[in-house]
């Protein structure tokens, strides 16, 4: 008699040690993935084969995210979905993003093996520009899914090299006429459940390796560029500059500034990560300055309130030293509250291995966050030591890591 061969399980572990040549980032450090390039590709590779050689079946859909299915016989009627994204940030760290998609494997493939009989297909998402890191736009995937963007402003967004969206899709064998709202799609997930490394530092005080979210803060994204005039760094008189660098540093002092008046009411926070100077000489007054200001806090008119005091600061700073200031919105994330009900349920379920586990706000923007808009959505933090994200330095232990596809497991096992 042929022996039955029993199904495969993944380690998570073994599996981010697997990913993590890839992307590895020579110059800043990290890892650094983004929209179809080299990298995500392989990342991309890496999901359908391993989901595949889990007994999985792959499929990309219209708007480049891809979904692994376990829809064994008896299991029917719309999803449970659970995943997260394989892109990342700049010199971003190991965990964000990677852990949520190899624990969603991980935990379907445990079911599997432990001859579990879900009620329903278990799917797995891998969400395509979670971090807007090549098109400046967060959770590009899931929001052309909910129909959420315009179709004609992603197809024609550019990226650092003049690449437009549409020709990145059409390289990478997406359709971009197809793209969009896809409600047949939407209508096939019961709910959306994404596990992600912890971004901050609740769960380590209380000494839990796992939490629930409640909600995420409100949040944005605004392009300033500001034109000025180059010129000699040694033969120009100081009273006739147009520098548009002084004009950037107001504008990095106002975010800060402004975020801290208004923090303690309504937890606020404004950032410029991302400065490009051109021409870029160290000898030269820069014709021009283009920054990036994320602004997060905790309702959607904190935000708006925030930006408007932010840009009033910047305009008085161009003003001042004669250079055009222009600004505009490359993307606003409303206040998430993530579904109580679901939240309960998944409670309950972790409560028999893991008694109770707090329940934490976050500031980081998901596409559980997009999608809990339209479907009952929740999402599972795994422990970060020092609440470090978005850096190579991001991290969880090995227990913690395994303790999330446990506690991953429970909770689809409970759901399904
Ligand atoms: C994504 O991680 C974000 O919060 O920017
Ligand atoms: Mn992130
Ligand atoms: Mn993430």
Not at 65 to 77: C, E, I
């Amino acid at each position: 008699m042929a022996a039955v061969e029993a199904p495969a399980t993944l380690d998570a572990v073994a599996a981010l040690a697997e990913l993590a040549p890839i992307g590895a980032d020579p110059v800043r450090g990290g890892w650094s993935r983004h929209l179809l390039d080299g990298a995500d590709r392989e990342m991309r590779a890496w999901f359908v084969r391993t989901a595949e050689a889990l007994g999985l079946t792959v499929e990309r859909d219209r708007n480049a995210n891809l979904w692994a299915t376990w829809a064994p016989a008896g299991a029917v009627g719309p999803a449970v979905a659970t995943g997260s994204h394989l892109d990342s940030v700049p010199g971003g760290g190991p965990l964000d993003g990677p852990l949520g998609v190899v624990s969603g494997l991980a935990a379907v493939a445990r079911l599997r093996a432990e001859g579990h009989r879900p009620s329903r297909p278990i799917l797995v998402a891998n969400f395509a520009e979670e971090e807007g890191a090549r098109f400046g736009v967060p959770c590009l995937g899931s929001q052309l899914l909910a129909g959420e963007i315009d179709t004609d402003r992603v197809r024609a967004l550019t990226d650092v090299a003049g690449a437009t969206a549409a020709d990145v899709l059409a390289d990478g064998g997406v359709d971009p006429a197809g793209i969009g709202h896809d409600p047949a799609r939407l209508a096939g997930l019961a709910l959306y459940l994404e596990l992600h490394v912890e971004q901050g530092c609740q769960l380590a005080p209380l000494g839990h390796p796992v939490g629930l979210a409640t909600s995420i803060l409100a949040h944005g994204r605004w392009r300033v560029t500001v034109t000025g005039r180059g010129d000699h760094a040694g033969a120009t008189e100081l009273v006739s500059r147009h520098d548009p660098m002084v004009v950037a540093a107001a504008a990095i002092q106002a975010a800060r500034s402004r975020a801290v008046a208004a923090d303690p009411v309504t937890r606020s926070r404004a950032t410029v990560g991302k400065l490009q100077v051109v021409p870029g000489g160290s000898n030269a007054i820069a014709s021009q300055a283009r920054l990036w200001v994320d602004a997060r806090a905790e309702h959607d008119a904190d935000v708006r309130a925030l930006v408007a005091g932010i840009v009033a600061d910047i305009e008085a700073a161009g003003e001042a030293e004669g250079c055009e200031v222009t600004v505009s919105e490359e993307s606003f994330s409303t206040r998430v509250q993530f579904d109580r009900d679901l939240t309960d349920r998944l409670d309950a379920a972790l409560r028999p291995a893991f008694g109770e586990v707090p329940r934490i706000p976050t500031g980081a923007g998901h596409d559980a966050g997009i999608l809990a808009a339209h479907l009952p959505s929740a999402m599972l933090f795994v422990r970060n030591p020092d609440g470090v994200s978005h850096s190579p330095h991001e991290g969880a232990s090995d227990d913690d890591i395994r303790a999330g596809v446990d506690a991953l497991t429970d909770a689809l096992r409970a759901l399904t």
